[in-house]
């Protein structure tokens, strides 16, 4: 489910979301259904389909538009079906934990933006999914809103120092991710630099934080994990 577009400027060089996802999950993007609700695309029947992963988006969940409250109600549900792997990445993470009675709000830190370092929680750990990365774990991050409550019978996965809230999942099939496993340093230098002005006026140091981003493969680690769900 495609929630939003990269830049255009980016897009041009690098492709849009579901490139990004198709290259991290190692699919072939022509076996994917790319949906995209906020172009007015019909949700489908889930039932044809092996897993859903949600993009992020450069809208605010808070604004609860009508595209996003459509996704919302499409993932209520589904969400119930055991046998359906979802992965919600960034917006997509504030989408899924919305719908599942969630809180969602601007991050109490601000803007988390670059290569972040997080840490799995004792669940993390045991977690299907997140115990692909290493307790300490190195990924990229493009966000100010974020989830601020965990829903009812949620399992927090993973946090660090500005954001308490980086992984959680539901149930045996949902997991939602508030950083980008499918963001490389070169995307994350982009939107640095796509953002220097308000950086700069917020009293950040865009230069630092350009050189502070770098690659890993830990993102990459959850996504092929995850890929190999969708297999079965």
């Keep these: 489910m495609k929630l939003g577009s990269a830049p255009e400027h980016l897009r041009a060089r690098r492709g849009d979301f579901e490139h990004y996802f198709a290259k991290g999950l ?15 695309d019909m949700l489908p029947d889930a039932r044809h389909f092996r897993g859903v992963v949600i993009t992020g988006s450069d809208a605010m969940l808070t604004d609860n538009t009508d595209w996003s409250l459509r996704a919302q109600a499409w993932l209520e549900r589904i969400l119930p079906d055991e046998k359906m792997p979802v992965l919600g990445v960034c917006y997509g993470h504030q989408l899924l934990a919305q719908a599942l ?6 991050s109490q830190n601000g803007e988390e933006l670059g290569t972040i370092s997080a840490e799995l929680t004792g669940d993390g750990q045991r977690d299907p999914l997140l115990d692909a990365l290493p307790l300490d774990f190195v990924v990229q991050a493009a966000h100010s809103q974020a989830v601020l409550e965990l829903p009812p019978g949620a399992r927090l996965l993973g946090r660090n120092a500005h954001e308490p809230i980086q992984a959680f999942a539901w149930g045996t099939n949902a997991w939602g991710v508030q950083f980008h496993p499918e963001f490389d340093a070169d995307i994350s230098r982009f939107y640095i630099e796509d953002d220097r ?14 050189r502070a981003t770098r690659d890993t493969d830990h993102g990459a680690a959850l996504l092929r994990r995850f890929a190999k769900r969708l297999r079965g």
């Design 197 to 210: 002005e308000t950086l700069e006026r917020d009293g950040r140091e865009p230069d630092a934080m350009m």
């Design 101 to 106: 009675g969630g809180k969602i709000g601007w």
């Design 26 to 40: 190692e699919i072939d993007l022509d076996k994917c259904l790319v949906v995209n609700p906020e172009a007015g």
